[in-house]
Nanobody, 124 residues
């Protein structure tokens, strides 16, 4: 069982930045692919970014590519999502997720464990 706890959300003005963090329990963090998804009210949960574990590769959705960086610190069991140049349409609840899989990560169904989410609100 893996427990995930997100932090770092909040209210930010358009053009600003946020760094989300997701702390994972357990001693096998380094062998999990970690992902970030987001869900706006009334919409489906969308893939944002993922980072695999062997080899370490990163993947981004088109709507954050160039504005976001996903990274992981295996010594702290934590994955980060740095988001820059935020837009009002980035407003959503951001969820952290984990899986042992390393391909086809755009689908939420590929992930086994989920955090409770952290709210990101971008004002115009």
């Amino acid at each position: 069982q893996v427990q995930l706890v997100e932090s770092g959300g909040g209210l930010v003005q358009a053009g600003g930045s946020l760094r989300l963090a997701c702390a994972a329990s357990g001693r096998t963090f380094r062998t999990y692919t970690m992902g970030w998804f987001r869900q706006a009210p009334g919409k489906e949960r969308d893939f944002v970014a993922a980072i695999t574990w062997n080899p370490v590769s990163t993947y981004y959705s088109d709507f954050v590519k160039g504005r976001a960086t996903i990274s992981r610190d295996n010594t702290k069991n934590t994955v980060y999502l740095q988001m820059n140049s935020l837009k009002p349409e980035d407003t959503a609840v951001y969820y952290c997720a984990s899986t042992r899989l390393q391909i086809a990560l755009e689908s939420a169904s590929r992930f086994d464990y989920w955090g409770q989410g952290t709210q990101v609100t971008v004002s115009s």
